[in-house]
């Protein structure tokens, strides 16, 4: 869901000032109507899904693992949809103009932006309201079970307490810091022009407007922390065991927090770029109903994000991203100034030469075709990437909970080897830690209600990266292959962002950068 509500900020980013140049709609009435009728057929498709997912999940007339699956699939067509009406909304209808234009919204910073994303928050809420039945029913099974083995279970959450939690951890989470983002956006044009004064570099208002960005998602943790309603880990023997951890593998952070989640949310999470501003997070949920010891394995997951500087390589991955698509919309401009000699009669600027083409779309096929092509290397790089970096957070985690050789109780060729000798290869995995890491991941899937073969984008399904882990533990030479694989992708990363960060400036410094790109309109 983050994902989606990225996505939906970048298409508002990505809208010009005013009305799209290929409006379905032209009247305020008509495109409130529109907007509604989209609204109304999502949510009825919706219902329908919720209703097909209730009949799956009765144990008379389906299973739980075919209703687990299918409400999988289901939640991911209703985000897809959501997204589609919302991209239908901003692009081909005057909606976003109407908000900004006819009802004065601009005139506050950011607010108008944000409030063009009111169809797209009103259908995630609506889609979760008609939902709630099929996560109530699956966590009334999951505390049954839990009663049933003697476990302690909090009663099942309310709609309130639900749409609150989704409210909170899926939405505000990224609007939060996304609408200080609306806000440098919009005030650009004032502080850019006093910047060019000053420094005499065009490009200085988006670089100022880059700086803010940075320092906006660099201080979030801080504010995040209070959006999704955290305390600090008091002190006792688990908060001991977790701060040796930290001393051991050399984790600095701030705080190590409970996540408070209703005891809804089995799992843990990490934020923050550097240590003043880092918070380590373990939900209630995960305190209740795990042992220590998976317990330690999941923040040990959590500290090999850290430790392996996840955070850093996947901003790397943003910049890349973004450097690229300009490099390919300047090759393309580039291309067409070459293409027609109708081009060498005007400024030498493609965007005049598109402008004679389609005259009332150049400046926005411009500011848009970046955006596309972001969107694809993020819909394809960055979960595989991610994917691959989840894994490795596994590794570590499992590292980090290897037992002494008296405590291993599995076949092992870090303790027990069939050959006698146990090995000194850095790069080997206990058995036990791995299984150890494996049944926490699967204890996580059955507690929150989740198909431990549901795929998922960023982070592969948990069936999956179980028996990767055991796969892991027979064989140390596809550890030494699989980190090799990251240590690529790192590589490829860090030398791919600083060679098109060097092309971009001498490119500027020469004066090779059409005005389009460096925000000179």
Request: net charge negative.
């Given at each position: 869901?983050?994902?989606?509500?990225?996505?939906?900020?970048?298409?508002?980013?990505?809208?010009?000032?005013?009305?799209?140049?290929?409006?379905?709609?032209?009247?305020?009435?008509?495109?409130?109507?529109?907007?509604?009728g989209q609204w109304m057929v999502l949510m009825s498709l919706v219902a329908i899904g919720t209703r097909m997912t209730l009949r799956r999940l009765d144990t008379v007339t389906g299973g739980e693992v075919d209703g687990l699956r299918f409400f999988a699939r289901f939640q991911l067509v209703w985000r897809c949809l959501l997204l589609a009406v919302t991209v239908?909304?901003?692009?081909?209808?005057?909606?976003?103009?109407?908000?900004?234009?006819?009802?004065?919204?601009?005139?506050?910073?950011?607010?108008?932006?944000?409030?063009?994303?009111?169809?797209?928050?009103?259908?995630?809420?609506?889609?979760?309201?008609?939902?709630?039945?099929?996560?109530?029913?699956?966590?009334?099974?999951?505390?049954?079970?839990?009663?049933?083995?003697?476990?302690p279970a909090r009663p099942v959450w309310s709609l309130k307490q639900y749409l609150g939690f989704h409210v909170r951890h899926n939405l505000l989470l990224i609007a939060a810091p996304m609408f200080g983002v609306l806000v440098l956006r919009d005030a650009e044009p004032d502080y850019r022009a006093h910047l060019t004064r000053w420094t005499g570099q065009p490009?200085?208002?988006?670089?100022?407007?880059?700086?803010?960005?940075?320092?906006?998602?660099?201080?979030?943790?801080?504010?995040?922390?209070?959006?999704?309603?955290?305390?600090?880990?008091?002190?006792?023997?688990?908060?001991?065991?977790?701060?040796?951890?930290?001393?051991?593998?050399?984790?600095?952070?701030?705080?190590?927090?409970?996540?408070?989640?209703?005891?809804?949310?089995?799992?843990?999470?990490?934020?923050?770029?550097?240590?003043?501003?880092?918070?380590?997070?373990?939900?209630?949920?995960?305190?209740?109903?795990?042992?220590?010891?998976?317990?330690?394995?999941?923040?040990?997951?959590?500290?090999?994000?850290?430790?392996?500087?996840?955070?850093?390589?996947?901003?790397?991955?943003?910049?890349?991203?973004?450097?690229?698509?300009?490099?390919?919309?300047?090759?393309?401009?580039?291309?067409?100034?070459?293409?027609?000699?109708?081009?060498?009669?005007?400024?030498?600027?493609?965007?005049?030469?598109?402008?004679?083409?389609?005259?009332?779309?150049?400046?926005?096929?411009?500011?848009?075709?970046?955006?596309?092509?972001?969107?694809?290397?993020?819909?394809?790089?960055?979960?595989?990437?991610?994917?691959?970096?989840?894994?490795?957070?596994?590794?570590?985690?499992?590292?980090?909970?290897?037992?002494?050789?008296?405590?291993?109780?599995?076949?092992?060729?870090?303790?027990?080897?069939?050959?006698?000798?146990?090995?000194?290869?850095?790069?080997?995995?206990?058995?036990?830690?791995?299984?150890?890491?494996?049944?926490?991941?699967?204890?996580?899937?059955?507690?929150?209600?989740?198909?431990?073969?549901?795929?998922?984008?960023?982070?592969?399904?948990?069936?999956?990266?179980?028996?990767?882990?055991?796969?892991?533990?027979?064989?140390?030479?596809?550890?030494?292959?699989?980190?090799?694989?990251?240590?690529?992708?790192?590589?490829?990363?860090?030398?791919?962002?600083?060679?098109?960060?060097?092309?971009?400036?001498?490119?500027?410094?020469?004066?090779?950068?059409?005005?389009?790109?460096?925000?000179?309109?």
């Open positions: 869901m983050h994902v989606l509500v990225i996505a939906a900020f970048a298409l508002v980013l990505a809208t010009p000032p005013h009305d799209p140049p290929w409006a379905l709609v032209e009247s305020i009435p008509t495109t409130l109507a529109l907007i509604t239908i909304a901003l692009q081909f209808t005057p909606w976003i103009g109407i908000v900004r234009d006819d009802w004065g919204l601009s005139m506050v910073y950011g607010m108008a932006d944000l409030f063009a994303l009111t169809p797209f928050f009103l259908g995630a809420i609506g889609a979760w309201v008609i939902q709630y039945p099929v996560d109530r029913i699956i966590r009334e099974r999951t505390v049954a079970a839990q009663l049933w083995e003697g476990q490009v200085s208002g988006q670089l100022a407007f880059l700086a803010g960005v940075g320092l906006i998602f660099l201080f979030s943790p801080f504010l995040l922390r209070y959006i999704w309603s955290t305390e600090v880990l008091p002190a006792g023997e688990l908060r001991d065991r977790l701060e040796r951890l930290c001393s051991r593998v050399g984790l600095r952070y701030r705080q190590i927090l409970i996540w408070q989640t209703g005891g809804v949310m089995v799992n843990g999470a990490v934020m923050g770029l550097f240590a003043p501003l880092r918070y380590i997070l373990l939900s209630d949920g995960l305190l209740e109903s795990m042992e220590d010891d998976k317990i330690e394995a999941v923040f040990g997951h959590e500290a090999g994000h850290v430790k392996h500087h996840h955070i850093p390589y996947y901003l790397a991955f943003a910049v890349l991203s973004m450097l690229i698509a300009g490099g390919v919309l300047l090759l393309l401009l580039a291309w067409l100034d070459a293409a027609d000699p109708v081009a060498e009669g005007l400024t030498g600027s493609a965007s005049r030469m598109l402008l004679a083409v389609v005259p009332d779309r150049s400046s926005y096929l411009i500011q848009v075709s970046p955006i596309l092509l972001v969107a694809v290397m993020w819909l394809v790089g960055f979960g595989w990437i991610s994917r691959r970096f989840e894994r490795q957070a596994d590794l570590f985690g499992a590292l980090t909970v290897t037992p002494e050789p008296d405590h291993c109780i599995r076949d092992c060729v870090v303790h027990h080897p069939q050959d006698g000798n146990t090995t000194q290869d850095p790069h080997a995995l206990c058995g036990t830690a791995a299984e150890l890491f494996a049944e926490a991941l699967e204890t996580i899937a059955l507690l929150n209600g989740i198909n431990p073969k549901s795929r998922s984008w960023r982070h592969s399904s948990i069936a999956y990266r179980a028996a990767f882990l055991r796969r892991l533990a027979t064989e140390p030479a596809r550890v030494r292959t699989f980190q090799g694989v990251v240590r690529n992708i790192k590589i490829v990363l860090f030398v791919g962002t600083a060679v098109a960060l060097a092309v971009t400036v001498v490119l500027y410094l020469t004066g090779q950068l059409p005005p389009e790109l460096v925000g000179v309109y």
